[in-house]
């Protein structure tokens, strides 16, 4: 999810996976992780009832998985929200989320990934995004972006170590 705070105190949840799962194909090699934008499949968001249009840029994303099983994802994001005559917004930021970090806007708690069950979860949250657009003003009246925006991802690595090269090997043994 991505928790946006509210400027009454609640928060705001944009749950990306609602239209389907979100899956990402990269390269993990001395436990650095890179997840390039033409790798990812992310489902259209859609907000029900409200006439309104969001793109969001597809970045590439860099991690680290350590050897204790630590993840950390550096998430550059951007997206512009469009409603008609009203014009758009265009957010954009940057997150970095931690196996061991939390979410102070959303709660959500990071977790180390798990080589049983491939499972992980990381968590953060960005500074305040930048904001442009006319729409922008109008999302001021709502929500409290000086506070921050909140980033949990809860997934799992299908592949966590790379697989070495089958190599053919000669062996001699002494008597």
């Not at 969001?56 to 550096?74: F, H, K, Q, W, Y």
């Not at 957010?91 to 491939?118: E, H, V, W």
Request: net charge neutral; aromatic share 6%; proline share 6%.
């Amino acid at each position: 999810y991505v928790a946006l705070p509210a400027k009454d105190g609640t928060v705001y949840y944009a749950h990306v996976t609602s239209g389907g799962a979100v899956t990402m194909s990269g390269s993990l090699s001395g436990g650095v992780l890179t997840l390039p934008a033409s790798g990812q499949t992310w489902p259209a968001i859609s907000l029900a009832g409200v006439p309104v249009i969001v793109q969001v840029a597809r970045p590439t994303i860099t991690g680290t998985l350590g050897s204790d099983g630590a993840v950390t994802l550096s998430v550059p994001y951007e997206a512009t929200v469009a409603a008609g005559i009203l014009g758009s917004c265009t957010i954009k930021g940057a997150a970095t989320m931690s196996s061991a970090g939390s979410d102070a806007i959303g709660g959500g708690q990071g977790r180390a990934y798990d080589p049983a069950t491939k499972a992980f979860a990381v968590a953060g949250t960005s500074a305040a995004p930048a904001l442009q657009g006319t729409l922008c003003s109008y999302a001021d009246q709502f929500l409290d972006l000086g506070r921050g925006v909140g980033w949990y991802l809860d997934g799992s690595l299908a592949t966590a170590t790379p697989t070495p090269a089958v190599r053919s090997q000669t062996a001699k043994v002494k008597w």
